[in-house]
C-alpha cells in the first residue's frame, strides 16, 4: 500500500509535502534510538515525538514517512528538513495504539519497537 492510499482510508492529515511511497511495514515507537536501531528502508512511523532529532533518524533508516500522533503540533522548520529528505510527516487525533490498530486491519504490519535487523 502507498502512503496516498492510506491517507484516504485512515484519518491522517500531510503537514509537509507528500512523497507518496509505498509502506512496507511500519514501527510504533517514540524513541529514537529504537529507530536507528530496528528501523527499515520503507517503514512508516508512528510517535508522539516533533523534534527535528526524529527527522535526521528517519532519514538513517529511509523511513517513508512519519506519523504524528495525539494532534500534536511541528515546528515549521522541522517541517522543512522533512521536505528536504523527502519524508512526509502526518498528524492524526488518535493515539498511537488506536492508529496502529487501524492500519493492523489493513494489512500493515507496525511493530512496536520496529522489527530486528
Known amino acids: 500500500m502507498t502512503i496516498?492510499?492510506?491517507?484516504?482510508k485512515v484519518?491522517?492529515?500531510?503537514?509537509?509535502?507528500?512523497?507518496?511511497k509505498e509502506i512496507t511495514?511500519?514501527?510504533?515507537?517514540?524513541?529514537?534510538?529504537?529507530?536507528?536501531k530496528?528501523?527499515?528502508?520503507?517503514?512508516?512511523?508512528?510517535t508522539?515525538?516533533?523534534n527535528k532529532k526524529v527527522i535526521a533518524a528517519a532519514n538513517?533508516?529511509?523511513?517513508?514517512?512519519i506519523v504524528i500522533t495525539q494532534g500534536?503540533?511541528?515546528?515549521?522548520?522541522v517541517l522543512q528538513a522533512a521536505d528536504k529528505v523527502e519524508i512526509t510527516i502526518f498528524s492524526t487525533p488518535m493515539t498511537s495504539w488506536d492508529f496502529v490498530g487501524q492500519t493492523h486491519a489493513l494489512g500493515i504490519r507496525i511493530e512496536?519497537?520496529?522489527?530486528?535487523?
Open 4 to 8: 496516498a492510499e492510506l491517507m484516504k
Open 11 to 20: 484519518n491522517m492529515t500531510p503537514m509537509s509535502k507528500l512523497f507518496d
Open 38 to 46: 530496528t528501523g527499515q528502508a520503507g517503514n512508516l512511523w508512528v
Open 48 to 50: 508522539v515525538q516533533t
Open 60 to 65: 538513517l533508516v529511509d523511513i517513508t514517512a
Open 72 to 77: 500534536k503540533k511541528v515546528d515549521a522548520d
Open 25 to 36: 511495514g511500519g514501527l510504533v515507537t517514540d524513541m529514537v534510538s529504537d529507530v536507528m
Open 112 to 117: 512496536p519497537y520496529g522489527q530486528p535487523k
